[in-house]
C-alpha cells in the first residue's frame, strides 16, 4: 500500500524550489524512498498525486488511461486562478494537452520537419547562428560579459525565428513574454496578458502565411492542410504558440545550465574537450542532472488505475516530477554526480510515452554545437562569480538562471 505524506513531510506543500542549484530538492529523495507515489498537497491546497520514481514514471507517462488535457476536471495546473483556469480552458488546446487521435493527428504532419534527414540539412546553419554569435562575444571588449544575454537566448531563439517563420527582430517581445508565462511568481493577471500577448503575436503571424507562404514550417503545415482539405487556422495558432514558446526557452536555459554544470567540472569538461565525440553523451547527462521542466508532466485519471502500489481514481490529478525521477538512485548510479560518460538516454528530460518532446533532437543538436564550438573557441572560458553568486530561477516553471557572467 502506498503512503501519504502525513508523517515527515506533513504540511509540506509541493513543488518545492531548489535549494542547491545543482540538486533536487530534499523533500523529493524523501518523498521518492518512502513512496514513489504519494499524495500530496499542490502550493494553493490541490491534493494530487505525486510520482517521483523512475520506473512509476514511465508507466504514467505511457498509459493512455492518463489525459493531458488541461480542459478536464481534475487536471492538476499550477499556480492559476478562477479566471485564467477558464481561459485555459476556453481556448483550443496545445498539441501537449491533447489526447489519442486528436493528439496523433496533430502531431503527425509535423514529425516530419523534426526527422533526421531534416535535422542534418538544418546543422550547417545552426554552426553559423553559433558561430556569429561567438565572433560578437570575442569582439567585445567588455568584461564579464552576460552569457545569457550574448549566446544562450539568442542561438535557440534565432533558430526558431527561422524554422517558424517569424522575424527575428521580434524575438525582444516573444522571449519578455514568454518569460513572463513561465514565472511562478508572475501574477495571474500578468501570466494571462503574456499569453494572451504571444497569442495575438502568433494569430497575425499565421494570417500572414496563410496568404504570404514562405519556406517554413508554418507556411508547410498550412500548404498541407489545404491540400488536405483541413485548413485550421486556431489549431495553427496553438501549434506555432507551443513550437515559438517552448521551442527557445527550454534550449535556452539548458545552454546557460550546461555552461555552468562543465565549468564546475573541469574534470568533466576536459572529457569533451579533448574528444568531441564524448558531447552527445555529455548533452544527455546534463538534461537528465538538471531536469529543468520539472513539473510540466501533469495528467488526469480517466478511470481507475492501480500502478506502482497506489490506486489512482478516475478524475484524480497526478503530476509527474521528471527532476525526482532522474535522480532515481534505482536507475542511474550515484545521481549527484555529473558523470559526461554515463550515458543516461532513458532519462525523462524530454518526458516520456506519446507526448515525449517533439522537439527533442533539434535541442541536442543545438546544445552540441553550442558547447564543442564555444569551449573550442574560448578555451579559457570562466564564471566571472562564484556559482552561488549566479541568480538562478528556482522559482521558474523552466528552471534556469537570469544571467551568467562569464570572462576569459
Known sequence: MTKSVAGEL??????????????????????????????????????????????????????????????????????????????????PPLMIGMDGAEHAATRRPVISEFT????????????????HF????????QRPVDLVRTLSLPVPSLVISELLGAPYTDHDFFQGRTAVAVRRTSSPQDRQRAFAELRAYIDDLITRKESEPGDDLVSRQIAWQRQNGTLDHAGLVSLAFLLLTAGHETTANMISLGVIGLLSHPEQ??????????????????????????TVAARVATEDVQIGGARITAGEGVIVSSLSANWDPAVFDNPAELDVERGARHHLAFGFGPHQ??????????????????????????????????????????YGVEELPVTW
Open 269 to 294: 569538461l576536459a572529457l569533451i574537450t579533448a574528444d568531441p565525440s564524448r558531447t552527445p553523451m555529455a548533452v544527455e547527462e546534463l538534461l537528465r542532472y538538471f531536469t529543468i521542466t520539472d
Open 10 to 91: 506533513a504540511g509540506q506543500e509541493l513543488p518545492v524550489e531548489r535549494g542547491c542549484p545543482f540538486a533536487p530538492p530534499a523533500e523529493y529523495e524523501r518523498l521518492r524512498e518512502r513512496a514513489p507515489i504519494s499524495k500530496v498537497h499542490l502550493t494553493g491546497g490541490t491534493e494530487v498525486w505525486w510520482v517521483s520514481g523512475h520506473e512509476e514514471s514511465r508507466a504514467v507517462l505511457a498509459d493512455r488511461r492518463f489525459s493531458s488535457d488541461r480542459r478536464k476536471d481534475g487536471f492538476p495546473i499550477l499556480n492559476v486562478d478562477a479566471t485564467t483556469l477558464r481561459q485555459v480552458r476556453s481556448q
Open 357 to 398: 518532446c517533439l522537439g527533442q533532437h533539434l535541442a541536442r543538436m543545438e546544445l552540441q554545437i553550442v558547447f564543442d564550438t564555444l569551449f573550442r573557441r574560448i578555451p579559457a572560458l570562466r564564471l566571472a562569480v562564484p556559482v552561488e553568486e549566479v541568480p538562478f530561477k528556482p522559482d521558474a516553471v523552466v
Open 116 to 131: 533526421a534527414k531534416r535535422l542534418a540539412a538544418l546543422r550547417p546553419r545552426i554552426q553559423d547562428i553559433v558561430d
Open 134 to 141: 561567438i565572433d560578437d562575444l570575442l569582439a567585445t571588449e
